[in-house]
């Protein structure tokens, strides 16, 4: 149907036939009369944050419906929210509330469906609602087709809220209407509407949903837990805990090659499995080195540990570091055939020259010989210490000191003295030090994981559920009967 505006001849199209009481032209934004096709005044255009447009078509609950009318409310000085008027081609009405980019899907309902408990309370399809505030409100800018003539006077609201829902009670021309109303998603009118853009989101609406709805959540953390449960108890119960593999490995029998172990199996649940290794180091290390085997896919794991153990003596103190036993894992092993490849090594012993040496019977002197030959002579009496090029020198000395070497040695061959006293020349770090052993076990399944997921989803649901209220609190926070206790 179209309308032509008497004031500018401007045609106003209606793709489909209601009944219209008044229209405001989309030119001259005359409020046309359409009985009586005459201008009663002139209103203000709708543009402030507006994003639908009169004869948008969208999507809501597999209805499609048609944009009509658009209303922007204005309540204090600074206070908008917009209304769109909807129907469908039944010729049903509906209407979409927008406030702070918060949306919210009204149909009108009967007066007589909803029954006033008390002064806060009303109820609706078995459901009670909260007085959250009342609102007084004028119309501050319209356009589109109306049923009914619009007022322009002041319209008082009184919304009453449970959780997502919302009853709106409205007087105006002193007629009371009500509208159930319903969170809906701004990007379900996005994708239905297809606006050019979106209003500006901020604060939380009167009827916004908790970000985690808490009763889905807590029936996915149930259910999770149960299904942990069970297979925890599945991998417990069909796990055998067992020494796998344990042997001394002799250093020689791996020297410049590998040691292949016998094939074992391990049946259960996926494990960590320990390694214990022991070596009799003593100021010295050794290295284990393992590949375990999976022998149905042919997979290396290699690990490799270093046991070492030192100890000493410095600045008057005793320090030691290091140990004689190291422990690792292979952590979460499945079920399967297995080998080991084991490698070791140890640190080689260490050669250390010392001078030859002769102390003679009575302690009176000590002879040593350095490498280059030097012969040193000690006076032990009197710790005086003189150095001679060779034996012969040594010999024909005619001082206090030679003096003392032959008294105390009489004829004896000094040379042949110190060559038999000579020490063996080489000092072992631990030469005792042969093996390494080392045992394997399959570890008993871990609780660790298990009591992890379930202390993590304990603390969502608190954090979810300790959200939700404060959440609320917020919400609830404008309105003067407000069901959580005012700081």
Known sequence: MIYVCPVCKTENKLEFTFPIEEYVCKSCSNLIDADKNTSSKVIKK????????????????????????????????????????????????????????????????????????????????????????????????ASGFFEDKINLNIAHYKEYVNGTEMISQEQSGGKTYYFYGKHISRYV????????????????????????????????????????????????????????????????????????????????????????????????????????????????????????RYYGFEDGESWSEGSQTEEFNFCGVAPGKYHFIVSAEKQQPLEVSMPASFSSSDGAVLLTRESNGTINVTNNKTLETVAFGDVKTLEKDSTAIGKLVRQTLGNKNIDSLITASLLSGTTMVNPENKYVKVKTTWMPVSFWNFGIILGLMTAFFAVCYFGRRQFNIIKWSNSSNSPYPQN
Request: charge should be negative.
């Open 189 to 308: 009118i996005k994708n239905s509407f297809k606006p050019s853009h979106m209003p500006n989101y901020y604060g939380i609406g009167i009827v916004q949903p908790f970000y985690v709805d808490i009763k889905q959540a807590i029936n996915i953390l149930c259910t999770a837990a149960l299904l942990i449960c069970l297979l925890q108890l599945y991998v417990f119960s069909s796990r055998t805990n067992k020494t796998i593999f344990e042997q001394d490995i002799d250093f020689t029998e791996v020297r410049n090659k590998e040691l292949v172990s016998k094939s074992f199996e391990l049946k259960g649940g996926s494990a960590p499995l320990e390694v214990q290794a022991y070596s009799n180091v003593d100021n010295s290390w050794a290295n284990i080195g393992l590949g375990l085997v999976n022998e149905n896919t042919n997979e290396v794991t290699y690990a490799s540990k270093d046991i070492e």
């Open 46 to 141: 709708p543009i402030e944050n507006v994003v639908l447009e009169i004869g948008h078509k969208g999507m809501i609950n597999d209805i499609e419906y048609n944009v009509v009318a658009i209303i922007v409310r204005k309540y204090g000085s600074h206070t908008y929210w917009r209304e769109y008027y909807l129907k469908d081609h039944k010729g049903n009405d509906a209407f979409l509330s927008e406030s702070d980019g918060h949306w919210v899907f009204l149909i009108p309902v009967s007066a007589d469906t909803v029954k006033n408990k008390n002064r806060k309370i009303i109820d609706y399809n078995e459901k009670s609602y909260r007085w959250y505030e009342n609102t007084e409100c004028h119309i501050y800018a």
